[in-house]
């Protein structure tokens, strides 16, 4: 299998349904619309399916002039893009602060109403700069001065509601072989969403990701800055809302690391000047880092 991107995801709503894509644009903030909008319960608490499940059922589908949300017994629900002079509603991702824009009155009892729990939504406030860890970015930059791409200073990678970096990629050999390791048990294979990447490789062998400082693809890079801790999320099934405690009983078996259970690696991107896009088949070329 030729070395290349498999596939491409964006999630415009934190915690909510993922959108798969054959071509889409990207900054060095992450795919477009990717969590450009985060659903905060009553004391303005990020909300995810780590508590509630549900919120995988929640299909988002944004558009020029705004964003449909959908989901199973409920009528499609528009919601309009913020005023430009909407007020900054502060929230924090793990630890992190950031701004958003409450979206409304409707858009919170659609949400309240399907989740169960009263709750809003905020879109990413015009005036937000969170940014993708200092540490991380700054030793990983200093640590590989010969990348041929130049990164933006540590300062400048700024992103939207994401966990903790702009950008997850996968390797899809490593899924793989987690679900040649869960059908030897007999349990039914899992998909690569549950993992919720951006940008799925493929003719790796498995978790080469481990070795990687990143991959180029055209003009661009992408730096591996951080190994991702997986967190309950995977237990999730898409299509149900229902959990259990596969697949993550069976990785944290085989993939358990000081760091935690590891799969996938977040990542920062150098890009070209003008305007970017990604597509599916993309040739990609790995950077290794023994």
Request: charged share 20%; hydrophobic share 40%; aromatic share 10%.
């Amino acid at each position: 299998m030729r070395l290349a991107i498999h596939s491409l995801y964006s999630y415009p709503v934190k915690s909510c349904a993922g959108i798969a894509h054959e071509r889409i644009r990207v900054t060095e903030s992450g795919l477009e619309f990717d969590r450009n909008w985060v659903i905060v319960d009553a004391q303005g608490t990020f909300m995810t399916q780590r508590q509630y499940p549900r919120m995988v059922l929640i299909r988002p589908e944004p558009i020029a002039d705004g964003l449909w949300l959908r989901a199973p017994g409920q009528s499609d629900c528009f919601v309009p893009p913020p005023s430009p002079q909407a007020e900054a509603v502060p929230v924090t991702i793990w630890g992190t602060p950031t701004l958003g824009a409450d979206q409304g009155d409707d858009a919170a009892a659609w949400l309240s109403a399907f989740i169960g729990v009263p709750c809003r939504l905020l879109h990413l406030h015009p005036q937000a700069n969170r940014l993708a860890s200092l540490r991380h970015v700054t030793h990983w930059i200093q640590t590989h001065p010969d990348w041929p791409q130049t990164f933006l200073p540590a300062d400048r990678h700024a992103f939207a509601f994401a966990d903790g970096f702009p950008f997850l990629v996968t390797n899809l050999h490593s899924l793989e072989e987690l679900n040649g390791q869960l059908g030897a048990q007999g349990i039914t294979p899992v998909d690569m969403i549950r993992f919720r990447p951006n940008i799925v490789l493929q003719g790796l062998e498995p978790y080469d990701e481990d070795h990687m400082a990143g991959f180029r693809t055209g003009d661009a890079g992408f730096a591996f800055v951080k190994a991702c801790a997986r967190c309950p999320i995977p237990n999730v099934d898409p299509q149900t809302g229902g959990t259990a405690a596969e697949p993550g009983r069976t990785l944290a078996r085989h993939r358990q690391f000081e760091q935690g259970v590891l799969f996938g690696m977040n990542a920062i991107a150098a890009l070209p000047e003008g305007e970017f896009w990604l597509q599916a088949g993309d040739a990609i070329e790995p950077e290794y880092d023994f």
